[in-house]
């Protein structure tokens, strides 16, 4: 292993048609990297059509930490995954950055200060959501409140403490190797399933809520449907192979979808079945109004919408996935624990 004086840090970021933001990415990555360490970015890519991969060859010329790697199998779980074997070999450090993120100066230092004061296995960071449109502000304000994530601490949350899941940025990489990596069956959710492998393995995650990075909603409302139905979908999956990782905020979005859709059936019969349906919609209006007045915008309106549609997406992916998708449960000798020096990778 490597000393403290020497340590290594491999920084992951997986891109696919990332021309407009790649670059200040990396950028903003590379000031104020932590004193006394080795740090290697690499942009994996998962086959960008729109000048991504030759504008990060471009960069290359110009910075001597950054690399390239081709990642065949598209997704970012294999991006992190493909980066950590191939290059991870001596990496103390293993962080995971978005392309299409905003990262303050001093990220990889702070996550290093973070992991070293707590002593944490891996540091997650919350994500404060902001917009350029008006549907993209009303997503993100109501995405960092209660009815839009449901108290989620990694969602605009203040408070730092030990979690149960977070958005991933840094880990230490034996507790990412021992716990096997991402599984890369997984397109959505992996994170939260490679946060139970790693609490079952004795692993801390420390949410630090002092490291926070921006994140851009989508676009439009077809996009935030298909990525929302995608959240659910791979929810699914992760709370069958991890039986007892449900919390009630997630399970109450199906449960909620089941009851408002029989509200509306029963209410042919009798027209006080629409009580729960009414109740939802007040509660949107009223999400709504209080958005926009405190955030002094009309689109503040459309947040109730928007937080309608991510209910009602979310929970129809996890009931989709529970139909369709099979699942079977994971177990703890499923893993062995690898010798850190080699870094061999742990059976799934």
């Known amino acids: 292993m490597s000393t403290e004086a020497s340590r290594s840090i491999l920084v992951v970021i997986p891109t696919l048609n990332e021309v407009r933001a790649i670059e200040h990415v990396v950028t903003a990555l590379s000031h104020d990297l932590p004193q006394n360490t080795q740090v290697q970015f690499v942009v994996a890519d998962g086959g960008s059509t729109d000048g991504t991969v030759e504008l990060v060859q471009r960069m290359m010329t110009t910075q001597p930490l950054l690399r390239f790697m081709p990642n065949p199998k598209r997704i970012q779980s294999a991006a992190v995954n493909l980066a950590a074997k191939s290059l991870g070999r001596d990496a103390d450090i293993l962080v995971r950055c978005d392309a299409h993120a905003d990262y303050p ?66 880990f230490r990489m034996a507790s990412f190797v021992r716990a096997g990596g991402y599984d890369e069956t997984f397109t959505h959710n992996e994170d939260a399933e490679l946060d139970c492998r790693q609490r079952a393995l ?15 909603p989508r676009a439009t409302p077809g996009r935030l449907a298909r990525q929302y139905f995608s959240y659910g979908k791979g929810r699914s999956r992760t709370v069958r192979r991890h039986p007892g990782s449900m919390r009630l905020r997630q399970l109450a979005l199906p449960v909620h979808l089941i009851v408002l859709v029989a509200s509306l059936l029963l209410s042919l019969w009798s027209p006080l079945f629409l ?33 309608s549609l991510m209910h009602i997406c979310w929970a129809a992916g996890f009931l989709s996935g529970l139909a369709f998708v099979r699942e079977t449960p994971w177990l703890v000798g499923a893993v062995t624990t690898p010798p850190v020096p080699g870094r061999e990778w742990a059976e799934r």
Do not use: N
């Not at 801390?204 to 921006?214: N, P, S, V, W």
């Open 105 to 170: 100066t001093g990220f990889i230092r702070m996550l290093v200060e973070s992991l070293d004061s707590t002593g944490a296995d891996a540091v997650v960071v919350p994500m404060d959501s902001r917009g350029q449109t008006c549907f993209q502000k009303a997503v993100a304000w109501v995405s960092d409140s209660r009815v839009g994530s449901g108290g989620s601490a990694h969602r605009g949350g203040t408070r730092s403490g030990y979690v149960d899941h977070g958005h991933h940025a840094a």
């Open 202 to 216: 004795g692993s801390k995650l420390y949410l630090d809520a002092d490291i926070r990075l921006g994140y851009e």
């Open 275 to 307: 009580a729960w349906p009414l109740l939802y919609l007040t509660t949107l209006g009223l999400t709504s109004v209080s958005i926009a007045v405190k955030k002094r915008s009309v689109c503040g309106l459309l947040a109730g919408g928007a937080a």
